[in-house]
């Protein structure tokens, strides 16, 4: 059974910093391009960050780029996104997204976790 579990969202004044983590199960993670999606209320869900398979290669959203850092430890079959410098702007349900190699490859996504960034 395919499994993707966000966890680490919460409450952050502005200014402060969260760590996300995504554990998968099911699959064989280390072939798996991963990323994170964000969705705020009334909005279309966008990509944040995304890795390569290996770790090598990483891209950000340009709203992002410099607070943001994605990484992934497939020993543990986990992705990262560690967030500095929040702003309320970063309010959203962040969700883990697997994608499979080739053009046939699988797409599996998490069920989200909420950060709330407010003072």
């Known amino acids: 059974q395919v499994q993707l579990v966000e966890s680490g969202g919460g409450l952050v004044q502005p200014g402060g910093s969260l760590r996300l983590s995504c554990v998968a199960s099911?699959?064989?993670?280390?072939?798996?391009?991963m990323s994170w999606y964000r969705q705020a209320p009334g909005k279309e869900r966008e990509l944040v960050a995304g890795?390569?398979?290996?770790?090598?290669?990483?891209n950000y959203a340009d709203s992002v780029k410099g607070r943001f850092t994605i990484s992934r430890d497939n020993a543990k079959n986990t992705i990262y996104l560690q967030m500095n410098s929040l702003k309320p702007e970063d309010t959203a349900v962040y969700y883990c997204?697997?994608?499979?190699?080739?053009?046939?490859?699988?797409?599996?996504w998490g069920k989200g976790t909420l950060v709330t960034v407010s003072s």
């Open positions: 997204k697997g994608r499979g190699p080739g053009s046939l490859g699988m797409t599996y």
């Open positions: 099911g699959f064989t993670f280390s072939n798996y391009y």
């Open positions: 890795t390569s398979s290996t770790g090598a290669y990483t």
